[in-house]
C-alpha cells in the first residue's frame, strides 16, 4: 500500500533505497526485508535521494524542519548512511538533488534561483563538504542531472530547443549538447556503468 519512489541500488547489488511518504527505506532482495534509514529530522523527503559512490554517506532532497508558516522549500542535506544528523548544502530556496560525481566529491542539483528579478531553473553543482554552488546551465528549463561513470561529463534535461530533450556537458559546463531530437518529451537520463548506453523516459 502507498506509493514508492526512486530505487537507487547501493554497491552490494542486494540492497535498494526509496522513498515513501517522506522517509527513506532500506530494502534487502535477498531477505525481502525493509527497514527504515535513520534521517534524523529529514522526514519530510521528496524522491531525490542518492548514495555517495562509496555508500557511506547519504544525500536527501528534503523540506526543512524550521517552516511551519506554509512556505515550500527543498534544501539538500547529507548525512551518514548509517544515520546521524543532517548536514544543509544548499540553504534557502528549491533544490532537487539528481547526481554525485564518481569521485566524491560534488553533487549536481536543479534548482528554483532568482535571477535578474527572473525565477531560472538551472543545473548547479556544489563541493559535497559544502561552499558556493555553481551555476551551470542558463536559459529554458534544465533539470535531472547525472554524472557519466568515469565523471568527465553531467547528462541532463533541458528545454532549450523548445520540447524537453536529453543532452550532455561537460563536468564545469562547457559543451552543452542536444543528444535527443524528437517530437517527445525526454526526461532523467540514467547512464549504464559501461558508458556505452542511456536509459530516460519519455512523453
Given at each position: 500500500p502507498g506509493i514508492i519512489e526512486a530505487p537507487n541500488w547501493l554497491n552490494d547489488g542486494n540492497t535498494l533505497l526509496y522513498n515513501a511518504d517522506g522517509k527513506i527505506y532500506r530494502y534487502e532482495i535477498d531477505k525481502d526485508h525493509v527497514e527504515q534509514v535513520d534521517t534524523g529530522f529529514?522526514?519530510?523527503?521528496?524522491?531525490?535521494?542518492v548514495p555517495s559512490p562509496d555508500n557511506q554517506l547519504l544525500a536527501v532532497s528534503c523540506m526543512?524542519?524550521?517552516?511551519?508558516?506554509?512556505?515550500y522549500e527543498s534544501h539538500i542535506y547529507v548525512l551518514p548512511m548509517t544515520g546521524g544528523e543532517p548536514k544543509d548544502l544548499t540553504g534557502p530556496g528549491l533544490s532537487y538533488?539528481?547526481?554525485?560525481?564518481?569521485?566524491?566529491?560534488?553533487?549536481?542539483?536543479?534548482?528554483?534561483?532568482?535571477?535578474?528579478?527572473?525565477?531560472?531553473v538551472d543545473v548547479y553543482t556544489i563541493p559535497v563538504n559544502g561552499g558556493v554552488e555553481k551555476r551551470l546551465t542558463k536559459g529554458g528549463f534544465n533539470d535531472?542531472?547525472?554524472?557519466?561513470?568515469?565523471?568527465?561529463?553531467?547528462?541532463?534535461?533541458?528545454?532549450?530547443?523548445g520540447l524537453?530533450?536529453?543532452?550532455?556537458m561537460e563536468r564545469d559546463g562547457g559543451e552543452q549538447t542536444q543528444i535527443t531530437e524528437n517530437r517527445r518529451n525526454n526526461w532523467f537520463p540514467h547512464v549504464s556503468p559501461d558508458g556505452k548506453r542511456v536509459v530516460y523516459i519519455s512523453y
Open positions: 529529514c522526514v519530510q523527503c521528496n524522491n531525490d535521494h526543512p524542519p524550521e517552516l511551519t508558516d506554509g512556505t538533488l539528481h547526481g554525485w560525481s564518481p569521485d566524491g566529491t560534488e553533487m549536481a542539483y536543479c534548482a528554483f534561483r532568482d535571477i535578474d528579478g527572473r525565477q531560472e535531472g542531472p547525472e554524472y557519466s561513470p568515469d565523471g568527465k561529463y553531467i547528462w541532463y534535461n533541458a528545454t532549450n530547443s524537453m530533450q536529453v543532452w550532455r
